[in-house]
Structures are given as C-alpha cells and as structure tokens.
C-alpha cells in the first residue's frame, strides 16, 4: 500500500480537511499517476453534503482529474512514466454486461466511481483526486494530448463529456437550433461544444449579466427565461435542448419551445423533484424528456481528442486546496467562471 494524502470531510456538516489514506499498490494492469490537477464539480458538494444520500464518509471527492504518470504495471500498454493522462467518473466496470460490452460503462450496475464506490482491491471505499496520486486500471485511463492545457483540461473528465455525450447521442448537427440552460460549469462547455458542431446556440439564463460572456462562449442568441416575451417568440423552433440547471425549475417553460419529435435533455441531478411537466406539451408534438449520464471510455476519449483538436477547454480558476471550503461556498452563489480547478502541488504547504 501507498501512503497518500488529500482532503476529506469527516461528516454532513464539517469542512473538508487534510487526509492521510492508502492507495493500493499497482497490479499488472494498473497505471499510477502523480496528480497535478482536479477539477470541483457541483457533484462533490452534492456528495460532501449528503444532498443524494449514500455519503460514506470520510469522502475524499474529485472525479476531473489530470497528472503525470509515474508507474506502469507490466501489462500496461498505452502508457508509460511521464504521460499525461486523466481520471474521469469511473475507475471500474464489470466488463461483462452489455452496457460494457457496447461502450457505455457509465449505465453498468456495477461501475465504481471514483470516490465513494465499494472499492474491490482493498475492501472499503474508494478516494477521488483531491489527493496527491491515485492508481487506476489502464482501461480507465484517458490520454490527454499535449496540445490541451492540463489544469483547463482537468473540468472536461466531467463537465466535458456530461455535455458532449447527449449532444452526439441525439445527433446535433449543423444548422441544428439548439437551446442550453444554464451557464455554469456545465452549461458553459454545452455552448462550446453545441457551436463547434455548427449548430445556432441559444442560451437560456435568468441573469442578463452573462449575454456578454454566453456570445463569447460561441452562443448565437441569449434568452432571458423569466421574460415570457422573448421565450414566447422561440415557440416550437427547437432541434434539442440540453438543460443544465441542477435546481428544480418549471419544466414546461422549455418543453413548449421543442419542435415535432423535439428532446429536452436533463443532465443536472436536484437534490428534489422537478414539478411534473404537462404531457399534454408532450403528446400532442411527441416531443420528449431525456436524461443523460457522461460517457462511456471510448466516448470520454473521442471527446477529448475533439478538443485536441478545436482548442476546446474549460474556462477556471485555479485554486489552492486549502481554499476548497470558500470554492464551495462561492459555487453555492454561481461565483466562479466557470469551474474551480485544484493545484494539487498546493498539498505541499499543508
């Protein structure tokens, strides 16, 4: 075993706080990276707070994670000391069932996630990036191209792919109208990605306070939701929309903007229900609601080869460790554009 160190919260309500811990020794298949970067999803305070139930505490979170590579495990043969690589959501799958067989671990019923899952080389639970190292099996291992900055790569292991994958399930294409709600962490790489396909982007936000940053983004038109007005006018026009927003909120609203056979994809989890739509909306334009889980490993690859080769990454704000509870206080208030990313080499000052 490997004595590690990273930051953990200890309960519901207490802060995260340095951690010592034990990382598994490499098998033969195993690649063990030296982490450099960690992105903060909205998903690990939903965890650290409990807001899903299921928090096996002590948690350490992180699931957008990028480093070097330091050791290889004999088998191992897509990597080697001094890589970089990246560490999305999943660490493990059964490999058998048809979800893996057909690419899509994320919807396997035995995938493991990259914290908080049973762990099944050391028997308890296992611990995400905001720590110094992390050893994971090759097959879970993404390459990461030298032409994407490291840190602002970090956010795409999740942010990225949670975006990319429903716009290239339902097709999205050029000439495509497509609607994204909201403009965080998520919703920003929605616009980048939803442009470089050569759709029309129409973002949809409460706050005019982002029209200017949604356009630099690569949105096409910026719709203030609370205006009924300027909703009314994009009535029955649109291809997709991807809906971002992690609160509950009047589905309706964007429903009755799809056209004939028109989806609305869900990819944000509230901590309680959405109101229920009218499926009358639903019926008479046999539009649908949809939901979307990242990727699978094939897919998370595809994408960041994709932004390889568009120069697509996140837009952060590098932070300390040490600063992570303020970063979580300040993501509760949509205070950051648009995603906290974690210098690991900050651990070397606790």
Known sequence: MQKSIGYAAHGLKSSLVP????????????????????????????????????TVFPVVPGHEIVGKVAKVGNEVKNFKPGD???????????????????????????????YNSPDKHTGGITYGGYSNQIVVDQKFV???????????????????????????????????????????????????????????????????GKTEDAKRLGADEVVISKNSGEMNRHAKSFDFILNTVAAPHNLDAYTTLLKRDGTMCLVGVPDRPHP?????????KRRSIAGSLIGGLQETQEM?????????????????????????????KSDVKYRFVIDLASLKSD
């Open 19 to 54: 951690f010592s811990f034990e990382r598994r020794d490499i098998t033969p298949t195993d690649v063990h990276i030296e982490i450099l970067y960690c992105g903060v999803c909205h998903s690990d305070l939903h965890q650290v707070r409990d807001d899903w139930g299921g």
């Open 84 to 114: 970089m690589a990246g560490v999305g959501c999943l660490v493990d799958s059964c490999g058998a069932c048809s979800d893996c067989q057909e690419h899509l671990e994320q919807f396997c019923d035995n995938a493991v996630f990259t």
């Open 142 to 208: 993404l390459q990461l191209s030298d032409k994407l900055d490291p840190a602002a790569a970090a956010p795409l292991l999740c942010a990225g792919i949670t975006t990319y994958s429903p716009l290239r399930h339902w097709q999205v294409k050029k000439g495509d109208k497509v609607g994204v709600v909201g403009l965080g962490g998520l919703g920003h790489m929605a616009v980048k990605f939803a442009h470089a396909f050569g759709a029309h982007v129409v973002l949809f936000t409460t706050s005019a």
């Open 276 to 284: 229920s739509p009218a499926i009358a909306s639903l019926i008479f």
């Open 304 to 332: 960041l080869d994709f932004c390889a080769e568009h120069n697509i990454t996140s837009d952060i704000e590098i932070i300390p460790i040490q600063k992570i509870n303020e970063a979580y206080e300040r993501m509760l």
